[in-house]
């Protein structure tokens, strides 16, 4: 009998390409996500991808009976918790709404987890939660939640510290907290991408969005940090490495949480990202240097080693590898 997953936020950007690698393994899925920002069409993607369309529930992690009535009939092995707001400018215009959806939304989750006795969950949580640190390569032993620079960031924080004091209480419960990186690509396919709905925050998807032509150019945010060519490094993951760290993750989950980054651990800047993209493309890239994006970090990677060592996994994929699968996925979308 295959272990059952219910994947929260799962037509999502990370949730789809994980649901893909999950159905590949020959685990049983269920998603369920309010499409807030992503659209019912994944659904089929996924199915022409895997060979299998998981079982979908529109619902929203706020409405606790809906909620519940998905948890009595699961029998869910696991949990894989990804649904939530993302977008930071907005979180600092909206924190109520941030703190309820993110934050309300996984209490919900977590207490239809108790009244079904369902006791493994991995979490969707990022490198936002290190906050400012002395060293830019962030490593799973830093100190957490000092100075974060919006309410995203510590909505994440303040997850991390739920599920650490549900773990304390019941010590048969079982958490992976997966601190992603940035993450960026699409599937080879070239039928799951980043597509979010509205303007984009992130530099991928709006460098997807002035390569189709829907926007002007690509407005660079600052070129005058202290790094080798001014502008902000970042250490950008594949969104296909990202999914099969879950995969890792779930064979690796015991009692207890187990924290990893998820990175590649080599730094890219801004500049380099937009050169990678015009040399897969062929074509130059619309562009000109703007000011500094406030709470923007001159620089931050992965020390990605204690992945590799407790989970067996690292990153094989490159910034060449997403640059080519984000053009093909540009091709098939339009
Ligand atoms: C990367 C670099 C920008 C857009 C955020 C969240 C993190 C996670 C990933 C959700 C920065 C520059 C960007 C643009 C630009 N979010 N940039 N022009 O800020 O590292 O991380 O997204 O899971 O939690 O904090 O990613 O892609 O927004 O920015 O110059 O139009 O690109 O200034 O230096 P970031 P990003």
Not at 180 to 187: E, S
Request: glycine residues 8%; hydrophobic residues 35%.
């Amino acid at each position: 009998m295959s272990q059952r997953i219910l994947v929260t936020g799962g037509t999502g950007y990370i949730g789809s390409h994980t649901v893909v690698e999950l159905l590949s393994a020959g685990y049983e899925v269920e998603i369920l996500d309010n499409l807030y920002n992503s659209k019912i069409e994944v659904l089929d993607k996924i199915e022409q991808i895997a060979g299998t369309k998981p079982k979908f529930h529109k619902v929203d992690l706020l409405d606790m009976n809906a909620l519940q009535e998905v948890f009595n009939g699961g029998n869910f092995d696991a949990v894989i918790h990804f649904a939530g707001l993302k977008a930071v400018p907005e979180s600092v215009e909206k924190p109520l709404e941030y703190y309820e959806n993110n934050v309300a939304g996984t209490l919900n989750l977590l207490k239809a987890m108790r009244s079904t006795g369902v006791k493994k969950i991995i979490f969707s949580s990022s490198a936002t939660v290190y906050g400012i640190q002395e060293s830019p390569e962030y490593v799973e032993t830093m100190q957490t939640g000092g100075q974060l620079s919006n309410p995203y960031g510590r909505t994440k924080y303040f997850i991390e510290e739920i599920l650490k004091d549900y773990s304390a209480m019941d010590p048969d419960f079982q958490v992976g907290l997966l601190r992603y990186f940035n993450p960026v690509g699409a599937h080879p396919s070239g039928l799951l991408g980043e597509d979010p709905n509205g303007i984009p925050n992130n530099l991928m998807p709006f460098i997807m969005r002035v390569a189709e032509g829907r926007l002007p150019e690509l407005k660079i945010f600052g070129d005058d940090y202290p790094t080798e060519d001014g502008t902000c490094r970042r250490d950008y993951i594949h969104v296909v490495d990202l999914a099969k760290g879950h995969m890792a993750m779930l064979d690796h989950l015991k009692p207890g949480v187990s924290i990893f980054n998820l990175g590649s651990g080599k730094p890219s800047s801004v500049k380099e990202i937009v050169s990678a993209f015009e040399r897969a493309s062929g074509k130059e890239l619309p562009k000109s240097i703007a000011a500094r994006r406030a709470g923007d970090l001159p620089e931050f990677w992965a020390n990605p080693s204690k992945a590799e060592a407790e989970l067996g996994w690292k990153t094989e994929l490159t910034i060449d590898d997403v640059m080519r699968d984000t053009l093909n996925f540009i091709e098939k979308s339009n």
